[in-house]
C-alpha cells in the first residue's frame, strides 16, 4: 500500500475528476497503474473510476488507461494469419438493453472469411456478456491465450474472456468481477485486445462518445474503424450497436487518419424498421444461446436477423467485403441462408477448447433444443 501522502494525492486527484477536470494521457496511465497495482486502497479505487464515470471520459483518459492495462496487464498474441485481424464489440452501458447481436454478428463475418479476435466479458452491465453466450455454446472461455491463438488461425475466430486471469493475470478480473456498474472499463479495457487488431467495429453507449471513441483508436494504432451509436425513434435512448429502431450515428476511421461523422437510418440500409421488445434479451443464458443458433439458421424472427445483418455488414463495409453498408446487409443475409455461418459457429467450437468433445457435446444439446439438427 502508498504512503498516506500518496493516497492523500490520489484522493485530491479524485476531487478534481469530481469538480470535471480532465487528466492528460500520462496521468490517467500513471494513475490507472496505481490501481492495477492495488497500491491504492479499494475505497479510493472505486472511487476513483466513479469519478471518472460521472465527468465523461476524454479521449487521452480512455488513451492513457488502455496504455496502462496493455502495457502492465495483458498477455501479448501474435496470431500467424495472413489477413488483418478485426475485433467488434459494444461497450455495455447503453439504455436499450438488446439481446447478444455483436457475438452474431461476429460470427457471420468468419463466415464469410473476416479473421475476427474479439475480446469481451461477462455481463456487468447486460443481461447476458459475450462471454456468457459463448460458455453456454460450448466454446471454452477460460482457456489461456495460446487456445485462442489457435482458433483464430484454424477457424478464423476466437474471443479473450477479459475477466480471466489468464489474459489479464495482474488485476483486470479483480477489479470487474467487484464493480457491478459502467466504467472507463468499458472502453479502455475492452480495447486491451491480447492480438492488437488494426481494424475494429465498436458500438458506444452514448451518440457523444463516436467521435473521441475514434480518436483513441486511431492514437493506439487503429488504421479502420467505426464507431457507432444506435438510437431508438424518439433519439432519446440509445444502444452500443448500429439500430433498427431508428438513427445510427458513425464516426469512421479512415485509412489516411482523417475520421468522418455521418449517420443513417434503417430505410437508408433497405430495413424496416422494429420496435424495442423484439429486441430485448430474454435473460436465460440458455434461452439466449438457442435463440443464437436459431438466428444463425435463418429460422429466427426477422426483426432480429436485420439488426444482426446489419452490424455483420458494418465489418463487410469496413474491410472491403461490401462497397456500402447496405449492400453488406445483403451480403450477410445470404451467409445465413447459405448454412455457413452455423457451420462456423461448430468450426468454434471445435477450435477454441481443451475438452473438444465436451464443447461439441454441449452445443449440440443448444441445436437439439432450438430443433436443429446437432
Known amino acids: 500500500m502508498m504512503s498516506i501522502e500518496k493516497q492523500k494525492e490520489f484522493g485530491g486527484l479524485i476531487t478534481r475528476l469530481l469538480q470535471k477536470e480532465n487528466m492528460d494521457r500520462a496521468t490517467a496511465k500513471e494513475k490507472f497503474s496505481e490501481v492495477l497495482n492495488n497500491t491504492q486502497t ?32 495483458t498477455v501479448k498474441v501474435n496470431p500467424y494469419i495472413s489477413s488483418p485481424l478485426v475485433d467488434n464489440c459494444g461497450t ?15 460470427i457471420i463475418a468468419a463466415a464469410a472469411g473476416v479473421k475476427m479476435a474479439k475480446h469481451g466479458a461477462r455481463a456487468i452491465t447486460s443481461v447476458c456478456g459475450t462471454i456468457d453466450i459463448l460458455e453456454e455454446l460450448g466454446v471454452d472461455v477460460e482457456c489461456d491465450t495460446t487456445v485462442v491463438k489457435q482458433s483464430i488461425e484454424q477457424a ?81 435512448y440509445g444502444m452500443d450497436e448500429a439500430s433498427t429502431l431508428g438513427e445510427t450515428v458513425i464516426a469512421e476511421l479512415k485509412e489516411d487518419g482523417k475520421i468522418v461523422k455521418y449517420s443513417f437510418s434503417p430505410e437508408d440500409m433497405g430495413i424496416q424498421r422494429t420496435q424495442k421488445h423484439k429486441l430485448q434479451p430474454l ?40 462497397s456500402s453498408i447496405r449492400e453488406g446487409c445483403i451480403y450477410a443475409k445470404e451467409i445465413i441462408a447459405s448454412g455457413s455461418a452455423l457451420n462456423k459457429l461448430k468450426d468454434w467450437v471445435k477450435e477454441q477448447n481443451r475438452e473438444t468433445q465436451k464443447g461439441l457435446a454441449k452445443l449440440k444439446m443448444v441445436l437439439a433444443t432450438a430443433g436443429l439438427e446437432g
Open 42 to 73: 479499494e475505497m479510493q479505487q472505486g472511487a476513483f473510476l466513479a469519478a471518472l464515470t460521472a465527468k465523461g471520459e476524454t479521449a487521452a483518459e480512455i488513451a492513457g488507461i488502455w496504455e496502462a492495462i496493455y502495457e502492465l496487464d
Open 92 to 106: 455495455g452501458m447503453d439504455t436499450i438493453k438488446t439481446f447478444n447481436i455483436s457475438t452474431a454478428a461476429s
Open 156 to 236: 478464423g475466430i476466437g474471443i479473450f474472456n477479459g475477466m480471466s486471469p489468464k489474459v489479464h493475470p495482474q488485476a483486470l478480473g479483480r477489479i470487474l468481477s467487484k464493480i457491478s456498474f459502467g466504467t472507463v472499463l468499458n472502453i479502455a479495457a475492452s480495447l486491451a485486445n491480447p492480438a492488437l487488431p488494426q481494424y475494429g467495429v465498436r458500438g458506444v453507449y452514448s451518440a457523444e462518445l463516436v467521435e473521441p471513441v475514434a480518436k483513441v483508436m486511431r492514437e493506439i494504432g487503429y488504421k479502420k474503424a467505426l464507431v457507432v451509436h444506435g438510437m431508438d425513434e424518439t433519439g432519446k
Open 283 to 322: 435473460g436465460e443464458r440458455k434461452k439466449e444461446a438457442v435463440r443464437l443458433v436459431t438466428l444463425l439458421s435463418k429460422k429466427d424472427d426477422e426483426a432480429r436477423q436485420d439488426i444482426v445483418c446489419l452490424n455483420a455488414a458494418l465489418i463487410f463495409y469496413m474491410m472491403g467485403l461490401s
